[in-house]
């Protein structure tokens, strides 16, 4: 599927700052950029800071004043197979190293106090299927609603059973990571979502592989242009600005071509 | 300086289980593992998990019943400057790749709430010379004392100005990471520390280099043996057991030779 | 002096619920309701539910759809004086019984948690003299900003430094409350607040008498005219819905006559 | 049926402190206290604190040293009917007055964040049909373990599914509040706890009066001796240091004649 992301961002800086901008599609093997352009007005110096090891991109800037940033790329996705049903569950020691880190508790993800919890609703599943039983759960217990914020973590998500994407979000991650199934979050850009905007899903490794999921059940993973990847949110944020910055306006348009 | 470390751990596994174990001496530059061996009895079959990108060694194991552990080394540890004082601060773009994700928020390290606390009481500085501040004032308001536990996080440690190695730690790295500085927690084994005991510190990333620093002010960070670092005590456990298990016994002697 | 109170809620019942409201001027010593009138749109049956221990006054009723509700009043404000310098805290000995519960923490007032901070900032003074000594610290390390929510408590505003008039409240009385001296909240209307708004202060037992005090230094207690008052927010919420509802439209105004 | 008690508290003051003491059976229609003894070991000057409004009893004291506190009591306890199967759920305009500070959030229940979980969980009930289905709930979910402290709120017990009595009565006060029912706290001496301790219940108010409920299933209600009552554990505490202490021993037994 080839995808056409736009997305601008509007800010105010009233101070001369850094900033880290995360925005671009990523390069991974089930996705390929045709053709991007990122462009800063006015003009900016910007410092490259691409993770090789992850495929990221990000850059570096400084600002002072009102700054437009816009990106604009054109992405071919290659066909995913995310099915979850058949994936089983690895050992612990069957696990590649690099996916250690995303059994761990995370700043919006305090897996290590949902075990119980995760065995008392999901005790007889394992792997793949346990996966889509915690995926179920959400989509028949949450409700979407902008009631969260940026401290707001998966515990208070799960009481107050409302949040918006990144909540959903950090719960699946929550309750995959206390079921031994190592989970994290990405960053994306969705076709399908409505309204557009940068949206958070999760990922988790199950039958080999890393499996891209929605637990808002609000974007096929079909369409997803991986942006970035990560613990949770915290280290996926599109825009991180070392000081104070205001947002004047923002939008995204994910168009399926 | 050399150091003789022993370590023993005595579990009851009441149900088959996987483990992980990190309690060995990490491979890295400033440190030379002369010696060592680490013994289960019962013997068990495990599978190593060293991740040669950090230095870190890791093993998994499955158990069910008692198990002592047993771990002896002899390490060299070379002198090591970790002066702070005039380690300049690195401007976001110039800090390697590798270092970001110490910027972030992590489960017991909640720096995106401690920016205005971090401007209000250190706002002047920079640096080697900030994070000096920030030891100096963790060691002035909090008190050594065992009131926390295995889910407290450094807002309540700023708030009851209490805790043990993890939570100083933890303090530590979350002021420094508020202040833009990268910043990590290590588990070590600290050959002046009373009571002997696995310990953990924190590094920043200052003047060009991580840099070892112990906020509780209770071990000299020249003999410290390096076992594992990462965002916070999630990372670093020295086991953890995914399931259930009682601890019987546990001892650390750290001796420098 | 002479207040003039008028307070318009516009609010969208989609179910029929019952509803607490409270909004009426409290009666009072210090205050006299010359005249009032308390109006709903399109009219609702109404149960009195005053409380003839507190002065308070509130209404319950049941409604579904939209709804509007008036309140006007003329109330005589006596002089008070609030003074805290000269005001001798009291031994627990010494505290009448009803002031007893307003040593304990509550909802937003986690106190129990502050009372080394309570220590290390006021530790060498008393009574009145440390009640504003509080206050001054508040005024001096917070800002007035629209960041906190429904859930946040004490301790996330000491953490943050920011919030509105109830979180500036809620900080004061736990410290104070830290401090062996009993504190609650008061919901009032304040002739000089910009914008009109309800508002939320802070009112400590000390020099054998309450004391009113504005933690946000935005409001002289001179003309406050009082509503109710309780543990912290969630005893005065000016209107408890219990069920669900939409506010389309609010509106205070109290003018010095 | 009669009930003896025996309390023994033995602390250690290293400074001179007010306390207060409640552990002296209440005043109340449903039990009658035929004999007892409150002793102080040296003995101290108390300042008698009975509140004639609740029936609570207690005293304030200072003390600097060693302190042994001794209650001896032979309680009379009236036939309770505590069924609440048929109990019917009032509107909130038919509660009385004094009930409607039962229906708030408190320092460890967050009534507020549990609506929709009660919701989900009880929707379909009312009365005590529903306070019933929320204890078996309870019981049920819960594992009786010490894993809470002096922090611990509902919302992480919710979660760790683990806690001591305290934490069983915080639930379900919470999650009755959060239903629209009155609920509270009550300390109490129960005969047929084993090992015998303080203990803590809940009590609710459905079809016209407070009913006593005992979330841990380990207390039959028919022989508590209650000794005060509150939003939650903070108002309850049976012993309230203003200042540091130690306690050095404690011992409870309640027996039945």
């Known amino acids: 599927m ?14 001369r700052v850094e900033s880290l901008l995360q ?5 991974a093997d089930d996705q390929a950029v045709l053709d991007e352009r990122l462009t800063f007005d006015p003009p900016v110096a910007v410092t490259r800071r691409d993770d090789p090891a992850t495929g990221e991109r990000r850059v570096v ?3 002072q004043g009102r700054l437009a940033i816009a990106y604009d790329a054109v992405v071919e996705i290659a ?5 979850l049903a058949d994936a089983a569950q690895h050992a612990i020691a069957a696990l590649p ?28 599943l394992r792997g793949g299927a346990r996966v889509a039983a915690i995926v179920d759960w959400i989509i028949g217990h949450l409700e979407y609603r902008p009631c969260s914020d940026a401290r707001t973590t998966a515990l208070e998500t799960y009481v107050e059973r409302a949040g918006v994407c990144r909540d959903f979000a950090h719960l699946a991650v929550t309750l995959c990571r206390a079921s031994d199934i190592p989970a994290r979050v990405a960053s994306v850009y969705a076709p399908a979502l409505q309204p557009p905007d940068f949206h958070a899903v999760a990922e988790v490794f199950v039958g080999g592989r890393w499996r891209l999921l929605d637990p808002t059940g609000r974007a096929p993973v079909d369409g997803l242009v991986r942006i970035a990847y990560g613990r949770d949110a915290a280290d996926v944020a599109f825009l991180t600005i070392f000081g104070k910055a205001t947002m004047m306006a923002q939008s995204v348009m994910v168009t399926a071509i």
């Open 2 to 15: 080839r995808v056409h992301v736009k997305a601008r961002l509007d800010y105010d800086f009233p101070e």
């Open 23 to 27: 925005i671009e599609a990523a390069v």
């Open 61 to 63: 800037f400084t600002c």
């Open 79 to 83: 066909a995913r197979d995310m099915a």
């Open 97 to 124: 190293i690099d996916t250690l880190p995303y059994l761990r508790g995370s700043r919006y993800c305090p897996s290590d106090t949902f075990e119980t919890i995760a065995d008392q609703k999901f005790g007889g």
